[in-house]
């Protein structure tokens, strides 16, 4: 059924204070242009990337020198330079403010809660800093981190950048092995880790994980540990060259932060693909792309505003990290959580927004799933009037999940679902605060980005799935990929498919509304008698039903075709029997269409999912066609793929 009317419209008084509103006024100021729209709009901001990305610098007060040019060789991908000329540090435009007002806020579970004002934020940085410098640590060197998503850990990362180091983290819950494959490529001199952690309730020690993997890193010069269970004193004893973060910065007073201005595409982060398909990527991103995009899409996008109080559920192992920090450019007091989003209940991030009263909550599509089938309805339990602005990525947001937010949650509210990813440290589609919020879809591609769907022969289409692409350079392109001396690697992931055109590897549609859908990723898509179809378009469908937990689809090699295979997870006391069977394709076929309806559904006890909480479609591919997965350890549950090879139901 077609929903004739949007789940959400922005009142004037909204669209009057939104950032947005703001940006257009001076954008038409610059330019004489009417810009009547948002979609006015981005087509200038694509049209004249030079005029918009500059204007963008200027609205943002990025801290540096501009330099005259903006854009060079604008009509190569890659190989655009964006501000070739300027100079400026990413850790100085997140540390301009000062005060005593809380610059991060912290909880661990419902264990630890501690503030960080500017000042002692600001305090920190200077002393972490020195300490980088007498460790030896300058321009290029890099910085890898095993930690939780706690202040200590943004005070490292502004510290390293501050003095024109590269920053690289994971989680703590990562395995050694997982740890080892990303920050073994990239010869840290530096490795900071906490002395353990905290999930649902309970303390995990880290102590000989710390040790392990110190003894394979040759290149480093200090081991850093950071005090979250009080143990980082003697944690820091059993590893050659480690000290304790309180002993590290003893011999340091706090000063003003010295910053090291460099080149707009000086190296900031160094990410890390999933890594299901082999040894993660290692994606280099540069200090201006980061800043210049982070600051156009909290604002402009995400409607934040200086003084806002901005929360992402995410760890350090994911680009939300990254995105959220940025957030302390324009003022922002940053709402950190560390643990079990369902520790001690599904409430403790909407109690958390509450008490803390968040204007903008970002979590995952899977956390607004779990939440709507726990029944939790915040908007009877939780004073959440603070919240402006909710935004949902990790996965494709279900329309039932769009329909939950402003039934369950809160239902004055700009509900943004966004797409992107570690490859650009940002992304391509997303809110648009002064526009209709329609169910199941994205609201519009991001300014100064040429998103587009194109079919198979490289042509635009509407009304029909394709390829997600940009077919014009911006700024959070990666610099390189670490290793990857003549770019073969980085050409090969993204520009192979079309030539000067970056191909995504989503599988998408634009909307009547000018909104994007997002229907799983392309080389996840099925391909039943020659027929794309996405998998989320499944998803959909079956994540409505009570007794699915969750689901997991494949396209499995049978009989000189392909048949789509359907793994779900059950509820507690539902059985897969036939009468499920029949309600499960029953559903599909009316909900999706008759091509979608699986030849075969399993039931499984597990689902196996990557750290950031990913289900890895590939990896469970691999397993059914008796192919060897070849990184379990970027698996949260590597344990689960067993659950999935030589299954009798699917050798028939």
């Known amino acids: 059924m077609t929903i004739k009317r949007p789940l959400w419209v922005p009142n004037d008084a909204a669209i009057a204070a939104s950032p947005l509103t703001g940006f257009m006024e001076a ?19 694509v049209q004249d990337r030079e005029a918009f990305w500059s204007l963008v610098w200027d609205w943002g007060g990025i801290v540096g020198q501009k330099g005259e040019r903006i854009l060079v060789d604008g009509d190569r991908m890659p190989g655009t330079r964006f501000f070739p000329d300027a100079s400026l540090n990413y850790a100085e435009n997140l540390l301009r403010h000062g005060g005593g007002g809380d610059a991060l806020v912290f909880r661990g579970e419902d264990k630890v809660e501690r503030r960080l004002s500017w000042d002692e934020l600001r305090a920190l940085v200077s002393r972490l ?8 640590v300058g321009r290029g060197d890099r910085v890898a981190a095993m930690m939780p998503n706690m202040p200590e850990t943004i005070a490292a990362m502004l510290a390293t950048a501050s003095i024109g180091a590269i920053w690289s983290s994971c989680s703590p819950d990562f395995g050694e092995q997982g740890v080892l494959d990303r920050f073994s490529q990239i010869a840290p001199s530096v490795f900071i880790a906490c002395d353990g952690y905290r999930y649902n309730g309970k303390r995990i020690e880290v102590a000989e994980k710390i040790a392990a993997v110190a003894r394979q890193l040759p290149s480093l010069r200090k081991v850093l540990v950071v005090d979250y269970l009080g143990q980082a004193d003697e944690v820091a004893k059993g590893v050659a060259n480690g000290v304790s973060l309180v002993a590290a910065i003893a011999p340091f007073t706090a000063r003003e932060v010295d910053y090291d201005r460099l080149p707009f595409n000086h190296p900031l982060y160094i990410l890390f693909s999933s890594g299901t398909t082999g040894i ?5 991103h540069t200090a201006g792309g980061a800043l210049l995009q982070h600051i156009k899409e909290h604002r402009l996008h995400g409607g934040a505003m200086p003084g806002d109080r901005v929360f992402y559920f995410t760890t350090c192992g994911w680009m939300m990290w990254n995105w959220l920090v940025t957030g302390l450019a324009y003022g922002a007091t940053l709402i950190l959580y560390d643990g079990s989003p369902f520790c001690p209940d599904g409430n403790v991030l909407f109690d958390y927004a509450d008490a803390e009263g968040v204007t903008y909550f970002g979590t995952s599509a899977k956390f607004i799933d779990a939440a709507r089938k726990a029944g939790l309805k915040p908007i009877e339990t939780h004073d959440l009037s603070t919240v402006r602005t909710i935004t949902s990525t990790g996965s494709p947001l279900s329309p039932e999940c769009f329909q939950y937010v402003y039934e369950g949650i809160k239902q004055d509210v700009h509900l943004a679902s966004i797409s992107g990813g570690t490859d650009i440290v940002s ?11 329609w169910s199941g879809e994205i609201q519009g591609a991001g300014l100064g980005m040429a998103v587009d769907v194109w079919n198979d022969d490289g042509k635009p289409v509407r009304g029909e799935k394709g390829e997600l692409v940009c077919t014009k350079a911006f700024p959070s392109m990666p610099l390189m990929f670490w290793n990857d001396p ?6 090969a992931a993204y520009f192979e498919r079309f030539d000067n055109v970056w191909c995504h590897g989503d599988f998408a549609e634009w909307t009547e509304h000018g909104g994007i859908i997002i229907h799983g990723r392309s080389d996840a898509t099925l391909n039943p008698g020659g027929v794309r179809i996405g998998t989320a378009e499944i998803y959909n469908q079956v994540e409505q039903m009570p007794e699915i937990v969750e689901a997991l689809c494949i396209g499995q090699q049978w009989e000189d075709d392909v048949r789509i295979v359907l793994f779900v997870r059950l509820a507690e ?8 069977v029949a309600a499960i394709k029953s559903k599909i076929r009316t909900g999706a269409s008759p091509r979608h309806v699986p030849a075969r559904i399993v039931a499984v006890a597990d689902i196996p999912r990557t750290k950031s909480g990913k289900i890895t479609e590939l990896a469970v591919r691999d397993v059914v066609h008796g192919r060897e997965v070849k990184n379990k350890e970027a698996l949260a549950n590597p344990q689960a793929l067993e659950l999935y090879r030589d299954l009798a139901e699917l050798r028939i």
Do not use: E, M
């Not at 330019?31 to 200038?44: F, I, M, N, S, V």
């Not at 992304?427 to 919020?437: D, I």
């Not at 006391?573 to 499920?580: E, I, K, N, R």
């Open 27 to 45: 954008a038409r100021a610059a330019t004489g242009l009417a810009l009547p729209d948002y979609d006015a709009l981005h087509a200038w901001s």
């Open 427 to 437: 992304c391509f589609v997303l809110g648009v605060p002064v526009n209709a919020v």
């Open 280 to 284: 993660p990527k290692c994606i280099v």
């Open 486 to 491: 003549d770019g073969a690697k980085y050409r």
């Open 573 to 580: 006391g539902a059985v897969l029997d036939d009468q499920l």
């Open 129 to 136: 800093q020195q300490f980088l410098r007498a460790s030896g």
